[in-house]
């Protein structure tokens, strides 16, 4: 049976994780390849990379730390932040990422999208979607790390990206990132509905129940970050308990 | 030494890392004369569409190598796209010819949510019956694919989605297929990566 997949998420600045991890028997919180290996000792599903390097300087060390990533990871994993152009992406599936997600750019330029599924295949396109909340059942579709709106309904444009050529959508609630009160179930309801592609709820997981909410709407994959890195969750453990409550996971041998 | 068919179908490199992982030497072949007496299985990867594969394997010569290869008795084991091109054909935006050296046509999965990504489980059928991984049956395997072969002739290993069941490893004499990634399959990946190279080398047939 396909499983539900649980994926940490880890930003990267000029080649460095930040809001490092709580754990004790890391040599090194701030290396994305320690991280890596980190995680899928702990039975996490795949890994997603965000760069949030302000620069194109900042990104100069990205070749780098995705080899180191890719050489220490036997699971899959996603890198996104500032692609740009078909080539950029190539570059980093070449050096091993098994996925790139495409945010700003897909929106200025829509065909970017297809270009890179055309290149790379659908499977290892995934559109980042950051989604703020706009009234009734609506939602906007924000770029530029949230500062800039665009306008766009969030469900017509993962649809239109599904038309355009990407496999996978990761769908950031804007309202409930980093506030631990859940994820928008109702959007991600909606989006899992709306796109016949695997739907990545992200933005607001603060405990095993969200998660549990999470798959019970229809997600896919649901991606957090400071639960797994301050160590409030195991991965282990969730799985065990996700297991308990009927909800296929792939757990260790 | 183990030799990765490298035709510009995808990233090799991290087929590559998952042989080295259990000490194998690894060749990135470009070029069939590659293809040495001193190549002790031949690996044929790939991640994409099944057309242009398929052209590029038999414009390069690498097809009637490898039918040769097989030809001749010799270990050749398939991942993902790599299994799916050992088959006859492949329906995928047309008809495009396979090595013919697995039973049964590519066709697209019937699902709800396209591609099949994710971590889904694999069942031994027990077949051929020397070949005995020490995974249980039910084992998860890392899949990313929109098409798959339901013939089962070969079938050392079935997958179910969405109630429909399809070959996730084909294995008859020396030629084995993976329709999921093992080398993106953790441990339990890496662990019947080398019981796989090993079966197919094994010194009787």
Same mark, same amino acid.
């Given at each position: 049976?396909?499983?539900?997949?649980?994926?940490? #998420?880890?930003?990267?600045?000029?080649?460095?994780?930040?809001?490092?991890?709580?754990?004790?028997?890391?040599?090194?919180?701030?290396?994305?390849?320690?991280?890596?290996?980190?995680?899928?000792?702990?039975?996490?599903?795949?890994?997603?990379?965000?760069?949030?390097?302000?620069?194109?300087?900042?990104?100069?060390?990205?070749?780098?730390?995705? +080899?180191?990533?890719?050489?220490?990871?036997?699971?899959?994993?996603?890198?996104?932040?500032?692609?740009?152009?078909?080539?950029?992406?190539?570059?980093?599936?070449?050096?091993?990422?098994?996925?790139?997600?495409?945010?700003?750019?897909?929106?200025?330029?829509?065909?970017?999208?297809?270009? #890179?599924?055309? +290149? +790379?295949?659908?499977?290892?396109?995934?559109?980042?979607?950051?989604?703020?909340?706009?009234?009734?059942?609506?939602?906007? @579709?924000?770029? $530029?790390?949230?500062?800039?709106?665009?306008?766009?309904?969030?469900?017509?444009?993962?649809?239109?990206?599904?038309?355009?050529? #990407?496999?996978?959508?990761?769908?950031? $609630?804007?309202?409930?990132?980093? @506030?631990?009160?859940?994820?928008?179930?109702?959007?991600?309801?909606?989006?899992?509905?709306?796109?016949?592609?695997?739907?990545?709820?992200?933005?607001?997981?603060?405990?095993?129940?969200?998660?549990?909410?999470?798959?019970?709407?229809?997600?896919?994959?649901?991606?957090?970050?400071?639960?797994?890195?301050?160590?409030?969750?195991?991965?282990?453990?969730?799985?065990?308990?996700?297991?308990?409550?009927?909800?296929?996971?792939?757990?260790?041998? | 030494?183990?030799?990765?068919?490298?035709?510009?179908? &995808?990233?090799?490199?991290?087929?590559?890392?998952?042989?080295?992982? =259990?000490?194998?030497?690894?060749?990135?072949?470009?070029?069939?004369?590659?293809?040495?007496?001193?190549?002790?299985?031949?690996?044929?990867? &790939?991640?994409?569409?099944?057309?242009?594969?398929?052209?590029?394997? =038999?414009?390069?010569? %690498?097809?009637?190598?490898?039918?040769? %290869?097989?030809?001749? !008795?010799?270990?050749?084991?398939?991942?993902?796209?790599?299994?799916?091109?050992?088959?006859?054909?492949? /329906?995928?935006? !047309?008809? %495009?010819?396979?090595?013919?050296?697995?039973?049964?046509?590519?066709?697209?999965?019937? *699902?709800?949510?396209?591609? /099949?990504?994710? %971590?889904?489980?694999?069942?031994?059928?027990?077949?051929? *019956?020397?070949?005995?991984?020490?995974?249980?049956?039910?084992?998860? =395997?890392? =899949?990313? /694919?929109?098409?798959?072969?339901?013939?089962?002739?070969?079938?050392? !290993?079935?997958?179910?989605?969405?109630?429909?069941?399809?070959?996730?490893?084909?294995?008859?004499?020396?030629?084995?297929?993976?329709?999921? /990634?093992?080398?993106?399959?953790?441990?339990?990946?890496?662990?019947?990566?080398?019981?796989? *190279?090993?079966?197919?080398?094994?010194?009787?047939?």
């Amino acid at each position: 049976m396909l499983t539900k997949r649980i994926i940490p #998420c880890l930003d990267v600045r000029n080649g460095r994780v930040v809001k490092g991890i709580n754990f004790q028997n890391l040599r090194d919180a701030g290396d994305p390849a320690e991280m890596a290996a980190f995680y899928m000792d702990e039975g996490a599903d795949e890994l997603v990379f965000l760069d949030i390097s302000a620069s194109a300087e900042g990104r100069g060390t990205r070749k780098d730390w995705v +080899l180191k990533v890719a050489e220490a990871l036997f699971i899959p994993f996603t890198v996104g932040g500032g692609i740009s152009t078909p080539e950029e992406a190539r570059e980093i599936i070449a050096l091993g990422a098994d996925k790139i997600s495409l945010n700003t750019a897909a929106v200025n330029n829509p065909s970017l999208i297809g270009d #890179c599924a055309r +290149l +790379l295949g659908r499977q290892g396109v995934v559109l980042a979607v950051d989604a703020k909340a706009t009234g009734e059942g609506k939602w906007e @579709v924000y770029t $530029s790390g949230g500062r800039t709106a665009t306008g766009m309904d969030v469900l017509e444009w993962i649809r239109e990206g599904v038309r355009r050529g #990407c496999g996978e959508i990761l769908l950031t $609630s804007m309202d409930r990132d980093g @506030v631990k009160g859940g994820y928008d179930t109702e959007l991600n309801a909606l989006a899992a509905s709306a796109v016949s592609v695997p739907l990545i709820a992200s933005g607001g997981a603060g405990s095993a129940e969200h998660i549990l909410e999470a798959f019970r709407k229809g997600s896919d994959g649901a991606l957090a970050a400071s639960i797994f890195h301050y160590g409030e969750v195991r991965i282990g453990e969730l799985k065990e308990w996700l297991s308990e409550r009927g909800i296929p996971v792939r757990k260790r041998s | 030494m183990i030799a990765v068919v490298d035709y510009q179908v &995808g990233n090799m490199g991290n087929v590559r890392r998952a042989f080295e992982s =259990f000490g194998e030497e690894v060749l990135l072949a470009l070029r069939p004369e590659q293809l040495t007496e001193k190549v002790s299985l031949a690996v044929l990867p &790939g991640v994409g569409a099944f057309g242009p594969a398929s052209e590029s394997l =038999f414009s390069t010569g %690498w097809a009637e190598r490898l039918r040769k %290869w097989h030809g001749e !008795g010799r270990p050749l084991l398939g991942i993902c796209l790599g299994m799916q091109l050992l088959c006859e054909e492949g /329906h995928e935006d !047309g008809k %495009w010819p396979g090595l013919g050296l697995i039973p049964g046509a590519i066709l697209p999965l019937q *699902a709800r949510k396209i591609p /099949h990504m994710g %971590w889904n489980s694999v069942d031994w059928t027990g077949s051929p *019956a020397d070949f005995t991984p020490s995974l249980q049956s039910g084992e998860y =395997f890392y =899949f990313v /694919h929109s098409y798959a072969l339901f013939d089962s002739s070969g079938a050392a !290993g079935t997958t179910t989605l969405e109630g429909r069941t399809f070959t996730s490893m084909v294995l008859r004499g020396r030629t084995a297929g993976f329709q999921f /990634h093992p080398e993106r399959s953790g441990t339990a990946g890496l662990s019947l990566l080398k019981e796989t *190279a090993d079966y197919l080398r094994r010194g009787d047939l």
